[in-house]
Structures are given as structure tokens and as C-alpha cells.
């Protein structure tokens, strides 16, 4: 079995800050996603690569940037964190055109 | 994009009962349908899918899927306080550039099973 790794576990920010959140796994997976995950509301697909080097935006991809410079490792940047945002930013992987996504424990985040 | 609503929103059981969860989506074309459970503070883990019309049992969980009404639910027989937990129906829709698929999740609906 593999695992997904994801740092911080706990983001404490403060509005217009830009912030860097960090997901390793190490599944050999082509495929790795960033998803928001906030009370009352369905995840939402951010960013999502399906290789080292790509990028394809998702549903919410305004006010984020993402890398993906190894197959192992997906970076998600809040380019400016807002006041009193709070929300769970889930890192998933998957083998290229797969359905099962593996998710990380999630980096929770809270802008003051 | 796709919609997926989920119900009931919560619903508290007592241990050994049999728990219905329902969900509906709007896209006819959808591919697998999926259910992942997640537990406080951890990520969501991928229970079990169903692509074809009918039903599908994994132990003591039974999916069933009806296109034609877009609705599927997912059905735990013999509860288990371990089973409390959110539970999301995830739709999943072939991407434009086939190069996957991209799953899209409803809100969730937390069981809470009492022992």
C-alpha cells in the first residue's frame, strides 16, 4: 500500500498572505488533485495534473496556484489567503484515468 | 457540472440497525458512481462503486443504481458504532481532454450510530 503525506496539518495565515500547501505520495500515481473542502458544502476540485509537469484548473481554481515538479509531489499556493476563510485542503492521487481516488488527511487552514 | 445531492443531511441509528443513504445526480452520462466514508480529522476513503444499472453487495454494504431516476443509495446492514462517519456520494464524468475522469462530490450526510 502507499500513503499520502500532506504539510502543514494545521495553516494559520493572515489575509493577503500567500500560502504554500504541500502533498508527497508515493503510490507511483500519474494523476494527483487538490480539493476544498469546506462545512456544509461538497468538495470542489481546484487543481488537478495527470503528470510531472502538467496542470489542468478545476472548478476553483481562481485565487490558487499549483506545481507539480515530480510525480511525486503536488504544491497548491493560496496566492492571497481572505479574512476568515477557514476550509480543508485534501490532496488525492489516482493511476492515470481512474476513478479511486486515495486521499491525504487533509492541511486545515484558517486566515486571521 | 455536474450536481449531486445527498439525503438525509444526518441521521442517528441505533447499533445493529440497517442504514439507507440516498443520493441523485444530474448527468445521465455520469460513469461510476462512488461512496467514500470519511471520519473526523481524515481524509475520505472509497468504500464502493457501481457503473451498471442494479445492485451491488460487498459484505455489509449493498450500492444500487437506477439511471433511468438518476439516484443511487447505498445501504450498511448491521450497524457499527465504527461505521459513524460522513459519507459522500462521488459522481464520476469523463474529463473533455480524456485524460481521466473528475469526481464530483455531494455534501455528504453524517451517520451516527449509537451502541
Known amino acids: 500500500g502507499g500513503i499520502i503525506t500532506q504539510t502543514p496539518k494545521f495553516l494559520i495565515g493572515q489575509e493577503g498572505q500567500k500560502l504554500t500547501l504541500k502533498c508527497q505520495q508515493n503510490f507511483n500515481h500519474d494523476t494527483m488533485y487538490w480539493y476544498r473542502q469546506d462545512s456544509g458544502k461538497g468538495l470542489r476540485l481546484i487543481y488537478y495534473?495527470?503528470?510531472?509537469?502538467?496542470?489542468q484548473k478545476g472548478d476553483l481554481s481562481e485565487g490558487y496556484d499549483a506545481s507539480r515538479e515530480k510525480k511525486s509531489s503536488f504544491s497548491l499556493t493560496v496566492t492571497s489567503a481572505q479574512k476568515n476563510e477557514m476550509a480543508v485542503f485534501l490532496c488525492?492521487?489516482?493511476?492515470?484515468?481512474?476513478?479511486?481516488?486515495?486521499f491525504g488527511h487533509g492541511t486545515k487552514l484558517s486566515v486571521l | 457540472q455536474e450536481k449531486v445531492q445527498q439525503s438525509p443531511e444526518s441521521l442517528i441509528v441505533p447499533e445493529g440497525a440497517m442504514v439507507s443513504l440516498n443520493c441523485s445526480f444530474s448527468d445521465s452520462a455520469s460513469q461510476s458512481i462512488w461512496w467514500y466514508q470519511q471520519h473526523p480529522g481524515k481524509g475520505p476513503k472509497a468504500l464502493i462503486?457501481?457503473?451498471?444499472?442494479g445492485n451491488k453487495k460487498e459484505g455489509r454494504l449493498t450500492v444500487y443504481l437506477n439511471r433511468a431516476s438518476l439516484h443511487v443509495s447505498l445501504h450498511i446492514k448491521d450497524s457499527q458504532p465504527s461505521d459513524s462517519a460522513v459519507y459522500l456520494c462521488a459522481v464520476s464524468m469523463v474529463l473533455q481532454q480524456g485524460t481521466g475522469s473528475k469526481l464530483s462530490f455531494g455534501k455528504g450526510a453524517k451517520l451516527t450510530v449509537s451502541p
Open positions: 462503486s457501481i457503473f451498471s444499472n
Open positions: 488525492a492521487s489516482s493511476i492515470q484515468g481512474g476513478e479511486r481516488l486515495f
Open positions: 495534473s495527470i503528470t510531472e509537469n502538467d496542470l
